[in-house]
């Protein structure tokens, strides 16, 4: 993790007037301002093509901004070296993304080889990691092609947290999988932040997944932060868009809003 003075370290992420076009001139993603705080989980809410992805992708330099700053630990990203910023940023995404002819174990074991950690430490390593995230240590020298979704995806998440970065960014890492498994990976996502209090922006189109797994949520609409808000306050929000959103996941007693229209 690159050295960072204490004094520009009380933000995470920050989006100082920031936006991405396309070469045709489309904006996908427009004057965003946002911070992120150290050890909260930031939801990025919205609709698919809102610009959540687009948003995350910014803060790894996958893509770089094509007007104002992202800043990652108080350092511009087109000031950072790009291989250090990414392996101070864990990432998971929706498909998961394990290499096939890898084991379990040696795919959790990547970015640990890659900064040349010593072979008893990566070991050590990696059968934490798979107890932390509820896989069977004799998993470690299956494939993924001999594991459930569940499995794959926590493996997934495994691999993001095996270098124990300072940031975790999560792209609906669990939306392709049933609701049952879908749920139980939102507690332990839940009990793991607990424990590792990780900066975590999380992506999801899903209001209740949003509600349980976030500290604030931000929703995203074409390319706007329509609102930041933190997850007590956003069902109540007197904004029209909000409202939509909630109502749209039919926001009876579940989500605890009271409609004040037919």
């Given amino acids: 993790m690159s050295s960072v003075p204490s004094e520009v370290n009380q933000t995470a992420i920050e989006f100082l007037d920031v936006?991405?076009?396309?070469?045709?001139g489309y904006e996908l993603l427009r004057h965003l301002n946002l911070t992120v705080h150290p050890?909260?989980?930031?939801i990025l809410l919205g609709r698919s093509g809102?610009?959540?992805?687009?948003?995350?992708?910014?803060?790894?330099?996958?893509?770089?901004?094509?007007?104002?700053?992202?800043?990652?630990?108080?350092r511009s990203t087109r000031d950072w070296d790009v291989i250090r910023l990414r392996r101070t940023i864990g990432y998971a995404i929706q498909e998961v993304g394990l290499f096939p002819h890898f084991t379990v174990a040696r795919n959790i074991a990547?970015?640990?080889?890659?900064?040349?950690?010593?072979?008893?430490?990566?070991?050590?390593?990696?059968?934490?990691?798979?107890?932390?995230?509820?896989?069977?240590?004799?998993?470690?020298?299956?494939?993924?092609?001999?594991?459930?979704g569940g499995q794959r995806q926590r493996v997934g998440v495994a691999r993001a947290l095996a270098?124990?970065?300072?940031?975790?960014?999560?792209?609906?890492?669990f939306g392709a999988l049933d609701p049952i498994t879908r749920a139980e990976l939102q507690r332990e996502f839940r009990a793991l932040q607990e424990r590792m209090q990780k900066t975590v922006v999380f992506v999801t189109h899903d209001l209740r997944e949003a509600l349980r797994l976030g500290t604030r949520i931000a929703l995203i609409e074409a390319g706007y932060l329509v609102t930041v808000l933190p997850v007590a306050e956003f069902v109540h929000s007197p904004d029209p868009l909000v409202a939509d959103y909630v109502d749209a996941f039919d926001s009876g007693p579940n989500l605890g809003r009271k409609r004040t229209h037919p």
């Fill in 19 to 24: 936006s991405y076009r396309l070469a045709t």
């Fill in 39 to 42: 050890g909260e989980t930031l």
């Fill in 50 to 74: 809102s610009g959540k992805t687009t948003t995350l992708k910014l803060i790894n330099h996958l893509l770089a901004p094509s007007a104002g700053e992202v800043r990652v630990q108080g």
């Fill in 110 to 148: 990547v970015v640990p080889q890659i900064e040349h950690w010593p072979a008893e430490r990566t070991r050590q390593r990696v059968q934490e990691l798979m107890q932390l995230v509820g896989l069977d240590q004799q998993l470690a020298a299956r494939y993924p092609r001999e594991l459930s």
């Fill in 163 to 173: 270098a124990d970065p300072p940031i975790l960014l999560m792209d609906e890492p």
